[in-house]
C-alpha cells in the first residue's frame, strides 16, 4: 500500500531554515503528483508546493522565494528547503500524493502521511 513518511520537522527561530523529508513507497514514485502541505492551528489547509508527475514545480503564495521543492527519483523521496522561516509558518506539515494534478490541486485518490510538526518561535 502506499506509504508516506514525513521527517525533518521541528523548533526553529524566525530567519532560520529546515528541510523536510518525505519518503514514499507502495507506488511507482514518478508516475504521481506529490507535494506539501500544511494546516496551521485554527487555519484551514493549504499548499505549499508540490511536483507535477512531469517535473513541474508550483509553489502556494507563502513559499514562493523562501521554499524550494526537490525530489531524488532514485530513492523515492520528496524534499522541502525551508529558509527564512517565519512564525506564520509554523503548523503541521503533511506529504501528500495523487494520480493526477494540475496547478495547486489534485485529482483522484489521495494519500497522506502522518505529518511533522514545525514551529517557529
Known amino acids: 500500500q502506499v506509504q508516506l513518511v514525513e521527517s525533518g520537522g521541528g523548533l526553529v527561530q524566525p530567519g532560520g531554515s529546515l528541510r523536510l523529508s518525505c519518503a514514499a513507497s507502495?507506488?511507482?514514485?514518478?508516475?504521481?503528483?506529490i507535494g506539501w502541505f500544511r494546516q496551521a492551528p485554527g487555519k484551514e489547509r493549504e499548499m505549499v508546493a508540490q511536483?507535477?508527475?512531469?517535473?513541474?514545480?508550483h509553489y502556494g503564495g507563502t513559499a514562493k522565494g523562501r521554499f524550494t521543492i526537490s525530489q531524488d527519483n532514485a530513492k523515492n523521496t520528496l524534499y522541502l528547503e525551508m529558509n527564512n522561516l517565519k512564525p506564520e509558518d509554523t503548523g503541521m506539515y503533511y506529504c501528500?500524493?495523487?494520480?493526477?494534478?494540475?496547478?495547486?490541486?489534485?485529482?483522484?485518490?489521495?494519500?497522506w502521511g502522518q505529518g511533522t510538526q514545525v514551529t517557529v518561535s
Open positions: 501528500a500524493a495523487a494520480p493526477s494534478c494540475s496547478g495547486l490541486n489534485f485529482y483522484g485518490r489521495e494519500y
Open positions: 511536483i507535477q508527475d512531469d517535473g513541474m514545480r
Open positions: 507502495g507506488y511507482t514514485y514518478s508516475t504521481y503528483c
